[in-house]
């Protein structure tokens, strides 16, 4: 921890204004306490950990320090509590709240607001990312929280790559509302090492928990408060995002195969038996980006194919299209089934729009419609701006 009483009760801070000789001295001559338990900590300056208090071995006072002392927290925590306060604004850095006892890393006031910030390093249960929620929450604060920059993205100096979330890190992608049906989503991360925000945006579901993101760096000493929001990607941008995204189709279509010669049961194997033609050469119009496509974990290429063996059964178009088949066809997939049904509208507004004849899979097969999708998703989306 970064903060302390001395033994007259007055509060201490530790900035990186003070020299490790000074706080040396210091330490000869004062005490530090504990300001939960009021024990005695020690005043530690060593050479790869920031100065910091910490408590002796043998200790109940853990839990409401809840990160314990890992530097590359104790590093974030100071830098964030600066650009706070290099902002003239009002931090208390590891301030105790007794109504929720709960200690957020910083609590900053903006404007009439009190803002708790949580830098988190480690990874928890999610159960106690909510009961801290909720405890803000009764205080009718909302916090920010603010991930450790993952290892795998702290080099990378891509504008756009494909990350795996793990299902912690996808607990912490922020939705912002937007004038378009589809909200803005940003991953927001800090590399104390490197002082760097990394953004991650703009996300399209590819399989799985996986994701083409545009990725934005930015210096501690170029953000503001409220933090910045990433900018509509460049057209350079969303053609490397269709890129990753028709690469991961590519992918996934030649995997499948394999699914059937290990003899696994696979209804899109199945179903593009049943339609004669190899997954590999599914038209560009089945596995394509449209808005809402999250809702399915799986791949576009498969729901898609899915549901158009699934309205091909009824003997229609898309333009004489029955709700009911909508509605038994998500029932066959796990997850939002609301969402999966809004996705599944939106696909086949794309077919109308499109005039695809949904009995021709030799139509469009060389055709592609992934950028101009997703041109469309994001200028839809940042229109307001
Ligand atoms: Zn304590």
């Known amino acids: 921890m970064l903060t302390a009483h001395t033994a007259s009760g007055k509060q201490v801070v530790l900035t990186r204004q003070m020299s490790p000789a000074s706080l040396r001295d210091w330490r000869k001559n004062e005490t530090f306490h504990c300001p ?42 100071t830098q964030l509590y600066e650009l706070f306060t290099a902002h003239q604004l009002p931090t208390v850095l590891e301030p105790f709240l007794p109504d929720i006892k709960q200690r957020p890393d910083l609590l900053v006031t903006w404007q009439t607001q009190q803002v708790p910030i949580e830098f988190q390093c480690s990874t ?98 170029h953000q503001t408060v409220p933090f910045a929001v990433p900018a509509a990607p460049s057209s350079a941008e969303i053609q490397e995002l269709a890129r990753h995204y028709l ?14 010669q290990r003899g696994i049961h696979h209804r899109f194997l199945r179903a593009c038996y049943e339609m004669r033609i190899q997954p590999i050469q599914l038209p560009a119009w089945i596995g394509v980006p449209t808005f809402g496509q999250e809702a399915f974990t799986e791949s576009d290429s498969e729901w898609q194919l899915l549901l158009i063996a699934a309205m091909r059964q009824t003997r229609r178009t898309q333009f004489q299209l029955d709700a009911g088949v909508l509605h038994s066809f998500v029932k066959t997939f796990e997850g939002d089934s609301v969402k999966q049904l809004d996705a599944c509208k939106h696909y086949v507004d794309f077919l109308r729009q499109r005039r695809i004849d949904i009995y021709r899979m030799d139509q469009f097969s060389g055709g592609d419609f992934v950028p101009g999708i997703l041109a469309g998703r994001f200028l839809a989306m940042h229109a307001r701006n």
């Open 36 to 77: 939960q338990c009021k024990e005695q900590v020690l005043l530690k300056v060593g050479e790869i950990v920031i100065p910091h208090f910490s408590h002796q071995q043998q200790t109940n006072c853990r839990d409401s320090f809840s990160e314990g002392e890992s530097p590359t927290h104790l590093l974030g925590k």
């Open 124 to 221: 928890i249960p999610i159960s106690h990312v909510n009961e801290r929620n909720a405890g803000y929450r009764m205080l009718a604060m909302l916090p920010i929280w603010i991930l450790v920059t993952p290892r795998a993205i702290q080099s990378s100096s891509a504008s756009v790559l494909t990350h795996r979330f793990s299902r912690f890190q996808q607990h912490f992608i922020r939705h912002i509302d937007s004038v378009a049906s589809e909200q803005l989503s940003i991953f927001l991360t800090y590399n104390p090492e490197k002082q760097q925000f990394h953004y991650l945006s703009h996300f399209i579901h590819l399989r799985g928990t996986q994701f083409a993101v545009c990725h934005s760096v930015m210096r501690m000493k």
């Open 247 to 260: 690469t991961a189709r590519r992918k996934y279509l030649r995997s499948v195969i394999g699914y059937n």
